[in-house]
């Protein structure tokens, strides 16, 4: 109730500042600093109605004031910086607002020094910020910072900032599937006096984790919660309930309720499609959610023109409606989201083709697939940290196998060795991706004869992370952690990761070649490998993903595939073989164990 009241309120002070913004305009307030105080906080309030064109118009008016009227170091300039990196991530325009709290983390900490309270407001959001760009590791470590500056700052916990670091740290451990942990934050994170929006995020966060554990009535429960409190403060026409709508809609659509998820994310996309406009990351995520339910409802046509409509909505200067068409490689940002249309996209294609069997269509999904690839390893090497590169791995397995499937019927259709070269590429490169990372940083810095100070500088900055983290992660483990330990801990991580990424950085700009060769994921061709092989050597590869095993043998001189759809008993005796064979229980075993290894292998 208290937040409804505050929005009442909010909404009653925007007509107070339309006032004052006609006294400006008559010319009868001279001192700019008042006025851009005015459109400030008219921008502010703007934004907090989710009417964020309006608010950033008011923004760029009180900036110009502010730039031409202070010191570059004054800290009046970074909570402006600050308030108007938060309007513009709420917005969507989450690169902008990175740069705008950069500055402003710049300004507070020449004036305060690291510990001051809005550099963890800053360093929060920008936690929120790579959590979007599913930099999962860099957000921990930006959050962790914050959570530091946060504890020295408040007593207690309740202060919202405070529970929008818990969240933030239950949203990391449920996507490193420790649900235990994630829901411990998460808890920790809701007030239980009033509704706030970090409530609507976690109800919503907790809701997918729920449904992630297959405890379905517990996820349509905060499901419900989410939409509840965010129509509540927020009203039904917000961003935020919005994004309610299509986590909810997704729940339905994987529960195959497409008809009430149609529902809500139709009102979803009306709402961002009125606040945002159609270039934004948020309506290309809510179109692809639509096409998605078209997806698995079995109307893949319909699904396509939402994908392909996803598409245009994220990519800058694309706008083309064919579904042959594609975006460039150059015109590719690396976004999740974009990544998620293009697989799908080339998942309908292929789901056409299987009712028409027009050659066209597949030729056109493997691209889209090929362009998938190229933007995932874009992604992925946007990434410093190999944990955030592995929580990647369900998606990259997905885009891979349908890639290999794709390729293979083209070559069973048209005999053109080219598609069977390319399912073995496909193949390779999902089993040896991160393998791959960890030669090609070795071989980089051997190439490049990186100097011998530099990598023992690096060689001690991870001894040093994993030092730390260590101490964290045994002090968790405690009955009673102490905290103090844990901040002073979590800071020195925050300042080693820091040093280690402008290590990197430095490196990409003093050995050019360093960035292409520690990322370099090209494999061996297939041709290359049967030349390597002599006459009396057979290749035996396979690739085993829920439902297909695909096994390649190769000789000199041939190639061939055999594609398997797996049963539904093939996982459970997998893993029954692997236990058996582990030898943990070698002295132990009986006869009935004899009987259920032939069994399983059977």
């Not at 470590?141 to 670091?165: C, E, K, V, W």
């Amino acid at each position: 109730e208290d937040g409804i009241r505050d929005l009442v309120r909010s909404r009653g002070l925007v007509d107070v500042y339309k006032r004052q913004l006609n006294i400006i305009s008559l010319g009868e307030i001279s001192k700019s600093r008042t006025v851009a105080m005015c459109f400030q906080n008219t921008g502010i309030l703007f934004a907090t109605t989710g009417e964020y064109s309006k608010a950033g118009e008011y923004f760029m008016q009180s900036l110009d004031i502010y730039e031409s009227t202070l010191q570059p170091d004054d800290p009046a300039l970074g909570r402006v910086f600050l308030n108007f990196g938060r309007m513009l991530q709420l917005s969507g325009r989450i690169d902008e607002a990175l740069d705008f709290y950069n500055k402003a983390e710049n300004i507070f900490e020449k004036n305060y020094g690291p510990d001051f309270i809005l550099i963890g407001s800053t360093l929060i959001n920008k936690a929120t910020i790579y959590n979007s760009y599913s930099d999962y590791e860099r957000a921990f470590n930006y959050n962790n910072r914050a959570l530091a500056i946060f504890q020295q700052n408040y007593s207690g916990s309740n202060h919202d900032n405070m529970r929008t670091a818990y969240m933030n740290l239950g949203y990391y451990y449920e996507k490193k599937s420790d649900f235990r942990q994630a829901i411990e934050y998460y808890e920790k994170s809701i007030n239980l006096e009033r509704i706030t929006p970090p409530n609507i995020k976690t109800y919503r966060n907790m809701a997918n984790l729920y449904s992630a554990i297959n405890d379905y009535e517990l996820a349509d429960l905060y499901f419900n919660k989410s939409i509840e409190c965010s129509t509540g403060l927020f009203g039904r026409d917000h961003p935020e309930t919005a994004l309610s709508y299509i986590s909810y809609a997704r729940f339905l659509t994987q529960n195959a309720d497409y008809s009430k998820s149609h529902e809500l994310l139709s009102k979803a996309k009306d709402i961002i499609y009125e606040k945002h406009g159609e270039n934004d990351r948020d309506y290309s995520n809510v179109l692809m959610r639509i096409g998605n339910n078209f997806l698995e409802s079995g109307h893949p046509e319909q699904a396509l023109i939402y994908f392909q409509e996803a598409i245009a909505a994220i990519t800058e200067d694309f706008s083309a409606t064919q579904a042959k068409v594609n975006p460039t490689p150059d015109q590719l940002v690396p976004d999740q989201f974009l990544l998620n249309a293009l697989y799908l996209k080339a998942k309908s294609l292929h789901h056409i083709f299987w009712n028409n069997n027009d050659d066209g269509l597949l030729i056109n999904a493997l691209e889209t697939y090929d362009l998938s690839i190229a933007l995932l390893n874009r992604i992925r090497t946007s990434y410093l940290s190999e944990e955030s590169r592995l929580i990647i791995t369900a998606i990259t397995s997905d885009i891979l196998t349908g890639a290999m499937d794709c390729a293979l019927e083209l070559y069973y259709i048209t005999g053109i060795s080219t598609y069977l070269e390319k399912a073995f590429q496909y193949s390779e490169q999902g089993k040896a991706m991160v393998l791959l990372t960890a030669f090609g940083e070795i071989d980089a810095k051997q190439l490049l004869q990186v100097s011998p100070d530099v990598q023992r500088f690096e060689r001690s900055l991870k001894h040093n992370l994993e030092f730390y983290n260590n101490l964290v992660y045994e002090e968790r483990l405690k009955e009673h952690p102490d905290e103090t330990k844990i901040n002073l801990w979590q800071t020195h991580v925050f300042e080693l990761n820091q040093q280690y990424d402008s290590l990197i950085q430095a490196m990409f700009i003093e050995y050019p070649d360093y960035y292409e060769l520690r990322f370099d994921h090209s494999i061996l061709s297939l041709p290359d490998l049967q030349n390597h092989l002599l006459a009396d050597e057979v290749l035996i590869a396979y690739t085993l993903s829920d439902l297909i095993l695909f096994a390649f043998a190769v000789t000199p001189d041939t190639a061939i595939v055999t594609r398997f759809e797996i049963p539904d008993s093939f996982h459970h005796n997998l893993e029954k073989l692997r236990l058996q064979l582990s030898g943990d229980n070698l002295h132990n075993y009986k006869l009935d164990d004899f009987i259920e290894f032939i069994h399983a292998s059977s």
